[in-house]
């Protein structure tokens, strides 16, 4: 099913039928949920905005059309389940779709995705031609949809203007004329619209009607409203005069399909990859690139510098590409066996590191576990005899990602965290400054201290607006959602619904980098379930939630809050042994809860066994981002459990 509001507000099955909402209360209540975003929106707010003057029975007949699109929206639900999509959540209610089946937010996404990189214009035209006329069009008298619908077409004008630019930007853009032209007309106080037009009339090659084009806006800016044209507008004008290069067609900022040696090529994806976000993504490509083209010239030396010097911090343990990742192990392998055991140390050092950093822990088998510990421990040897201090912060970045060998390992990984600050503070090596104090939050995170780790927190954003490093801010706002959740168990801590919603804007936040696939799939669907694990409540079951590589611990849980007792005890039978990473304990955790509700001592007693060395710990809180609560309360009932076998 799908909803959609940029137009009269309407709802469509998969086959494209329409689904009868019922009346116009019912239709403004659906509307009002989407403009929330997925986040709760208390029935207070749903009566005030609903009504100007409520009546009596308000909360009644709220409750009446709830009901009633319920049963609309989810007509094949079965009897006394709880409903999926339009769910109960704290003192209101919430809409649970995901953001692709809603066309508002398919257009918010196409738009911001597309002011990050023009590859995306292709889902920005798409985006823009579903809108069917105003947003909420038929909800008239309500001031959320006023502020909703003015805001929303703010965005739409935008998205004309930057489909615009980005289409004149790759070169074309010559039919464009009458488009912008009818748009300018339409908004005629929009400067970058006119600097929009006068660029695709000269790009038409109509250059007297491009410089028309800019004096008639000049005219009527200082006519109606007194403004001389901003300094965009008059720099066009010049350029255009004087037939400026900045007119022709923008070339590609990217390495890709640019004539520049394997070196070269992998400085600069190293110094994107540091400016985090999609260039990010697009580093990494040409990393690899570069790493092939070395191996192509047969020069194992240059090989393994240009292997080496891609020292860029890495802080999860999950990779993002794990196919990219093994690519880039095997090349550093057969560069360590070309050098041979003598090869110099430095180089040895670097792509040793390299293998540690990329062989993330939870993609790993048990050979391939220990080659990379191996790998750390050597790297870490030959960096500190040779007294390099940048080139051991990058070993100890890879000792730091091969730490996860078992459990309760988070003081072990502290005292990495903190020498890779104190070097990197004494050698002016601010990238992995950041990375040190992320390690920290993340260790004090697992030890319960949310103190600490929120020094730790303020540290990074503020060494992060030097380093530009645009990924912390979104890692730091987790931590604080983290902090909400575990305070919501407290006696006079926050509500559940508001932890929820700090998940909420946390994963909203994180969805928008779209360069950490290997942390973001299945990490807000796990916050959820820890969360209402705190409160002592089922595990959620919205059929929308992505679990992502989660699914095997979770899903015994979720079967049990949906009383399938049976398949929940095959599910728990069948899900492995957890992989050793930021996760173990928190999914020996839930295995635990399972086992203990299921009534299963020889898996009980597995989970104890491996949860024991971590029983001072928080579950999750190795993360920095979510948190089940303290090991020892699963400890304890998986040991319980055990010893009833």
Known sequence: MRIDVLGAVRALRDDGTPVDLGGPRHREVLARLVAAGGRMVSTDTLVDDLWAEPPVRAVGALRTFVAALRRAIEPDRPPRTPPRVLVTEGPGYALRLPRAQVDAHRFEDALARARRTPAALTDLDA??????????????????????????EELRLEGLELRARLLLDSGSGAELVAELGAHVTEHPWREPAWGLLARALHRAGRQADALATLRRARTMLVEQLGL?????????????????????????????????????????????????????????????????????????????????????????????????????????????????????AELRARLLATVAVESRSADLSGTERERAGQAAREAEALARELGDPALLVFALNGVFLQSFTRPGLAAARDA????????????????????????????????????????????????????????????????????????????????????????????????????????????????????????????????????????????????????????????????????????????????????????????????????????????????GMLTLGPVARYLTEAETCATQG
């Open 228 to 344: 001389d044209p901003g300094a965009g507008l008059q720099r066009l004008e010049a350029d255009i005069l004087q037939g400026a290069t900045t007119l022709r067609p923008a070339r590609t900022v990217w390495t890709a399909g640019v004539r520049l040696g394997p070196r070269t090529t992998v400085e600069l994806a190293r110094t994107l990859a540091l400016a985090g976000g999609d260039a990010l993504v697009h580093s990494r490509r040409d990393r690899l690139a570069a790493v092939q083209a070395a191996e192509r010239t047969g020069d194992v030396a240059l090989t393994a510098r240009v292997i080496g010097a891609y020292d860029v911090p890495a802080l999860w343990s999950r990779a993002d590409d794990p196919e990219q990742s093994r690519a880039v192990v095997a090349a550093a392998e057969r560069t360590l066996t070309a050098l041979g055991a003598d090869g110099p």
């Open 416 to 623: 990495t965290g903190a020498e890779i600050l104190g070097l990197a503070t004494r050698h002016e090596l601010p990238n992995f400054a950041v990375l040190g104090r992320l390690i920290r939050l993340q260790s004090a995170s697992a030890l319960g201290d949310l103190d600490a780790a929120a020094a730790h927190a303020r540290a990074a954003e503020r060494l992060a607006v030097s380093t530009e490093a645009s990924l912390v801010p979104v890692l730091t706002g987790w931590f604080r959602a983290r902090a909400t959740a575990a305070r919501s168990a407290e006696p006079g801590g926050p509500s559940a619904a508001t932890a929820a919603a700090r998940y909420r804007a946390a994963e909203d936040a994180l969805a928008g980098t779209a360069s950490m696939p290997g942390l973001h799939r299945g990490l807000f669907a796990l916050a959820l379930l820890g969360l209402r694990l705190l409160h002592g409540r089922p595990a959620p079951t919205d059929p929308a939630l992505d679990w992502g590589p989660y699914r095997p611990w979770a899903q015994p849980l979720v079967l049990l809050a949906q009383d399938r007792v049976e398949e929940a005890r095959a599910a728990l039978s069948a899900a492995p042994e957890p992989p050793l990473d930021h996760m173990q304990e928190a999914l020996w955790c839930l295995t635990a809860h399972a086992a203990a509700r299921l009534g299963e001592p020889p898996i009980a007693a597995r989970a104890a066994t491996a949860l024991r060395p971590a029983r001072t710990e928080h579950a999750g809180g190795a993360t």
């Open 127 to 152: 985006a823009l031609a579903a809108w069917r006329g105003p947003a909420y069009a038929d909800v008239t008298g309500s001031l959320w949809a006023r502020r909703e619908r003015a805001r929303l």
